[in-house]
């Protein structure tokens, strides 16, 4: 009887070892250095209107050489974070084309909403931003320039 309680605690012993190990080789696998991802840097900020934070606005940034663009939407005090892959933090080092958008159409949920980006920051190419590695603070100051 001893000799049969110890062989299951041994097979059990062996079970957890196992998960162990499994889990040890799949955070390996894992690891943040992925040879799939461009070099990646940490982009934050803030997009203000005349001085004053605006919030669910769309932030993009796309890469001018091609490649995945990069996602995040301003918080009620106007910071944003950019996300490259679901919720992997980050952007691909290089000169982006940056888009910004408060606007929603009927069709999308949260819609209609006006758009409050004023007209000379919005369109292709004009708004570029530079990520390097590591760490970017890249904060947009827009103005209104109503006549």
């Known amino acids: ?42 982009v934050c900020g803030f ?10 606005v ?5 890469p001018t050489e091609g490649g995945r663009q990069s996602t995040a939407s301003t918080n ?8 490259y892959v679901d919720v992997e933090l980050g952007c691909p080092v290089g000169t982006h084309e940056v888009y910004l ?5 009927e069709d999308e949920p949260g819609g209609p909403r006006p758009e409050l980006i004023p007209s000379a920051y919005r369109g292709r190419a004009k708004l570029t931003k530079e990520v390097k590695s590591g760490k970017n603070e890249i904060n947009f100051e827009l103005v209104n320039r109503q006549p």
């Open 47 to 56: 997009v203000t209107l005349d001085g004053e934070p605006l919030p669910d």
């Open 101 to 105: 958008s408060t606007g929603l159409s």
């Open 58 to 62: 769309a932030v993009v940034f796309r």
């Open 1 to 42: 009887m001893t000799f049969l309680l110890w062989c299951e605690e041994s097979s059990m012993i062996m079970r957890v070892c196992q998960v162990v190990a499994c889990g040890i080789v799949a955070a390996m696998l894992s690891g943040c250095d992925r040879p799939d991802r461009p070099p990646m840097g940490r």
């Open 76 to 83: 009620e005090d106007g910071h944003y974070e950019l996300s």
